[in-house]
């Protein structure tokens, strides 16, 4: 049975409710943006150049709004880039892009390590991680691909994770290192990513029949409504990977307060 993410399904047309055009809409837009975003080119918005992964080279703003580094931060922003921050007092770019406005940064790092990084969640963190690239891809967010790639690597080895990520870039999901119950949780997250308004009855049905719980069932689509709301957020503000530490995440999931990447 061909995959949402096949090339006779995307000619096509998927199953489960979604429409024929979106299998066309998905083929011509977003399929050519994946497969560049996931080859390693990284083109930023704006002014900022098109780029490969690993540049070193430093820019004065990692964002095209103003953003405040560490050395300069005090107060409320201060005590929140001490939570999150990295070796060597690294900030990701993700979250210097909050600085404006602290009480946003705080926001969003209460929602990544809950539904990311929580000690509950029953699904291995390397496959939330596979939601994550997935997502950001079909989304055409360098920044998130990136970033999450390392992380799988971390959690699963550079094999596995170069398979998963050859799979990812294909489009071609059975391909893939993966299992049937990991398949089918990938092709929900894709109607979800890319045609949401189409009706959910019968994927979350098919999630039911190769073994997910409702609980399951529920951090898979808030891992990937998550990484929509990453994605554009980096990308509405031009946020590039210049001067991240790529793969660092908050790993201690025994505290929910701890925001420390390492």
Same mark, same amino acid.
């Given at each position: 049975?061909?995959?949402?993410?096949?090339?006779?399904?995307?000619?096509?047309?998927?199953?489960?409710?979604? $429409?024929?055009?979106?299998?066309?809409?998905?083929?011509?837009?977003?399929?050519?943006?994946?497969?560049?975003?996931?080859?390693?080119?990284?083109?930023?918005?704006?002014?900022?150049?098109?780029?490969?992964?690993?540049?070193?080279?430093?820019?004065?703003?990692?964002?095209?709004?103003?953003?405040?580094?560490?050395? =300069?931060?005090?107060?409320?922003?201060? =005590?929140?880039?001490?939570?999150?921050?990295?070796?060597?007092?690294?900030?990701?770019?993700?979250?210097?892009?909050?600085?404006?406005?602290?009480?946003?940064?705080?926001?969003?790092?209460?929602?990544?390590?809950?539904?990311?990084?929580?000690?509950?969640?029953?699904?291995?963190?390397?496959?939330?991680?596979?939601?994550?690239?997935?997502?950001?891809?079909?989304?055409?967010?360098?920044?998130?691909?990136?970033?999450?790639?390392?992380?799988?690597?971390?959690?699963?080895?550079?094999?596995?994770?170069?398979?998963?990520?050859?799979?990812?870039?294909?489009?071609?999901?059975?391909?893939?290192?993966?299992?049937?119950?990991?398949?089918?949780?990938?092709?929900?997250?894709?109607?979800?990513?890319?045609?949401?308004?189409?009706?959910?009855?019968?994927?979350?049905?098919?999630?039911?029949?190769?073994?997910?719980?409702?609980?399951?069932?529920?951090?898979?689509?808030?891992?990937? $409504?998550?990484?929509?709301?990453?994605?554009?957020?980096?990308?509405?503000?031009?946020?590039?990977?210049?001067?991240?530490?790529?793969?660092?995440?908050?790993?201690? $999931?025994?505290?929910?307060?701890?925001?420390?990447?390492?």
């Amino acid at each position: 049975q061909a995959l949402i993410g096949s090339p006779k399904m995307l000619a096509s047309g998927t199953r489960m409710g979604t $429409a024929r055009s979106w299998g066309r809409r998905t083929s011509a837009t977003w399929r050519p943006m994946l497969l560049k975003m996931l080859s390693g080119e990284t083109r930023s918005h704006g002014a900022w150049k098109v780029e490969k992964r690993g540049s070193t080279e430093e820019k004065s703003d990692p964002a095209l709004i103003h953003t405040i580094p560490y050395q =300069q931060a005090s107060k409320r922003l201060l =005590q929140l880039y001490e939570r999150v921050k990295g070796p060597d007092n690294n900030v990701d770019n993700i979250m210097l892009a909050h600085s404006l406005r602290p009480h946003t940064m705080e926001g969003h790092m209460a929602l990544y390590k809950s539904v990311l990084h929580h000690k509950d969640n029953k699904i291995p963190k390397g496959f939330l991680e596979t939601i994550g690239v997935w997502v950001s891809g079909m989304n055409g967010c360098s920044y998130c691909v990136e970033h999450h790639y390392a992380g799988l690597c971390r959690l699963v080895g550079k094999e596995k994770g170069s398979q998963i990520r050859r799979s990812l870039e294909s489009g071609n999901i059975e391909s893939g290192p993966f299992s049937s119950r990991e398949k089918q949780a990938l092709q929900y997250v894709e109607i979800l990513t890319l045609s949401p308004e189409s009706s959910f009855v019968e994927p979350i049905e098919d999630l039911r029949k190769v073994g997910f719980n409702d609980g399951e069932i529920l951090e898979i689509n808030q891992v990937a $409504a998550y990484f929509s709301y990453a994605n554009r957020s980096v990308q509405g503000l031009g946020v590039t990977c210049d001067g991240d530490i790529l793969g660092l995440s908050p790993n201690n $999931a025994e505290r929910l307060d701890d925001w420390a990447h390492s």
